[in-house]
């Protein structure tokens, strides 16, 4: 099994929907992170969070809500979601420490019509 | 915005030869990390390295930093058809967290037989 589970892999929603993605880990890392990729930007940081009481905006969080149910969950909801945010979701974690280094689940593609 | 940036954005060898991605970035960093991505899946980690550290090896891959002009550059040896991929650099701000990750926009690497 994967150390870092989205789901779902793929969904295709219409405007004005609430969807949540999910993101569970094995890793037993304290920090997890919402990535959004869209061609030509690279990824560009949505939320993150520390541990379960602690979630901090990041660059581009406006339209989101995550929340951190436990230290191996960590969700991503649109609230209404719109066509601009058709693109390729990320989670991720990270152990404690200054390297930062990142393990990343597979990704869930998101399309909204 | 984008704090790291790559060159070239494409990349097109035969295998055998040798591919040299670059990465250059605005601010102090802690340490610059680079990424593997197979079309449509998640981010891989392949090497770190420290604002400190000049190159660093890890198998076919070498990595070299020049802090003083801000950018790194990756070099994959004997390259092989596998390594179709996608390659992001990414940096951890000297004073900041691994919540400040930030990625570049990639090179795509075609590796033909």
């Known amino acids: 099994d994967a150390d870092v589970t989205q789901t779902p892999r793929n969904r295709i929603t219409k405007t004005g929907k609430r969807i949540m993605l999910e993101c569970s880990q094995t890793?037993?890392?304290?920090?997890m992170y919402w990535y959004r990729q869209d061609p030509g930007l690279g990824l560009r940081l949505i939320y993150y969070s520390f541990d379960v009481k602690d979630i901090n905006k990041g660059e581009i969080s406006d339209g989101y809500s995550v929340s951190r149910q436990a230290q191996a969950k960590f969700s991503l909801s649109l609230e209404s979601a719109i066509p601009n945010q058709t693109a390729l979701y990320f989670c991720?974690?990270?152990?404690?420490?200054?390297?930062?280094?990142?393990?990343f689940g597979e990704g869930s593609r998101l399309t909204v019509l | 915005s984008q704090q790291g940036e790559e060159d070239p954005q494409a990349l097109s060898i035969q295998e055998g030869e040798n591919a040299t991605m670059n990465c250059s970035y605005k601010t102090s960093i802690n340490n610059l990390q680079w990424y593997r991505q197979n079309s449509g899946r998640g981010l891989v980690h392949l090497i770190l390295i420290r604002s400190n550290e000049r190159e660093k090896h890890s198998g076919r891959l070498r990595v070299t930093l020049d802090t003083s002009k801000k950018s790194s550059s990756l070099l994959i040896t004997a390259s092989r058809a596998a390594d179709t991929a996608s390659y992001f650099c990414?940096?951890?701000?000297?004073?900041?967290?691994?919540?400040?990750?930030?990625f570049g926009t990639g090179t795509r690497l075609q590796v033909t037989l």
């Open positions: 990414a940096t951890v701000p000297y004073t900041g967290t691994a919540s400040k990750l930030t």
């Open positions: 890793k037993g890392h304290d920090r």
């Open positions: 991720a974690t990270s152990d404690f420490g200054d390297t930062g280094e990142l393990f």
